[in-house]
Nanobody, 120 residues
Framework: QVQLVESGGGFVQTGESLRLSCAAS????????MSWYRQAPGKERDLVAQ???????NIRDSVKGRFTISRDNAKNTVWLQMNNLEVEDTAVYYC??????????????WGQGTQVTVSS
């Protein structure tokens, strides 16, 4: 069993920063691309940023220049640094791990989500 444990969400004012963390634990051999998604109330879950094992990253256009994704393969951890937060960034943020190789196959996993609320 593999778990993704997220942390770092909270309540901030516009212009402030937060850093989300997602650590994978359990029994697995390797993890492929790790991503952050977000889902605002009444909206679909959207990709925010993703990073592969070679540290090649893709960032959603609306957060480019403000958000940065990084990972530590040895620690099985991915971070999302969010600067200059806007009210529109308010959402539940979910960590996703793709192509997680275990003894009985390859699977994708989701974290439980962490709330980010940005107030003006």
């Amino acid at each position: 069993q593999v778990q993704l444990v997220e942390s770092g969400g909270g309540f901030v004012q516009t212009g402030e920063s937060l850093r989300l963390s997602c650590a994978a634990s359990g029994s697995f051999v390797s993890i492929g691309t790790m991503s952050w998604y977000r889902q605002a109330p009444g909206k679909e879950r959207d990709l925010v940023a993703q990073i592969n094992t070679f540290h090649n990253a893709n960032i959603r256009d609306s957060v480019k220049g403000r958000f940065t994704i990084s990972r530590d393969n040895a620690k099985n951890t991915v971070w999302l640094q969010m600067n200059n937060l806007e009210v529109e960034d308010t959402a539940v943020y979910y960590c996703h791990a793709a192509d997680v190789r275990t003894d009985d196959g390859r699977y994708n996993y989701w974290g439980q989500g962490t709330q980010v609320t940005v107030s003006s």
